[in-house]
């Protein structure tokens, strides 16, 4: 197993059996952007939901380009606090996290989906400007 697959997985069983739970009691907003996210629907980004990682267990994932989604319902100072050290976390092994509140996903679904995929294109954006990308692109051009 390489340590990119290493962060996807945990070894605490307690953890991954929470993870499954979540993903059978999604709040009403977690629910409706996983109808958008799943299966490839978001032009073609593969997420994975209610995903163990470290201690924490993120609500959506997209590996490449490594991207987190979370649903926030009403927070109180305690939530903010631990939400602040898990996106710290997060950001340390190289995620982009997003945090979007409920209301925003149920009431304004769109603008949600417009704001993920702005962030998945600007990841590809980036990296045309990596030599290797630009003569992988080459390639396909000439082969295609």
């Known amino acids: 197993m390489n340590p990119h697959e290493k962060l996807l997985t945990t070894d605490n069983p307690i953890l991954r059996q929470r993870a499954k739970a979540m993903r059978q009691e999604m709040s009403g907003a977690e629910a409706k952007l996983w109808q958008h996210l799943r299966a490839g629907r978001l032009n073609g980004y593969k997420f994975r939901r209610q995903q163990p ?15 987190i989604v979370e649903a926030d319902g009403g927070q109180h100072a305690e939530q903010a606090v631990y939400d602040h050290a898990r ?16 209301h925003e996903i149920l009431q304004q679904t769109i603008d949600v989906l417009a704001e993920i995929l702005l962030v998945l294109q600007a990841h590809w954006k980036s990296k045309l400007h990596d030599s290797r990308w630009l003569i992988l692109i080459g390639l396909l051009k000439i082969i295609g």
């Not at 990682?53 to 991207?67: E, Q």
């Not at 997060?90 to 995620?95: C, I």
């Open 87 to 102: 996106t710290a976390y997060l950001n340390s092994l190289g995620f982009t996290v997003l945090r979007f509140w409920n």
């Open 53 to 67: 990682m470290g201690n924490y267990i993120v609500d959506f994932m997209c590996v490449t380009p490594k991207l």
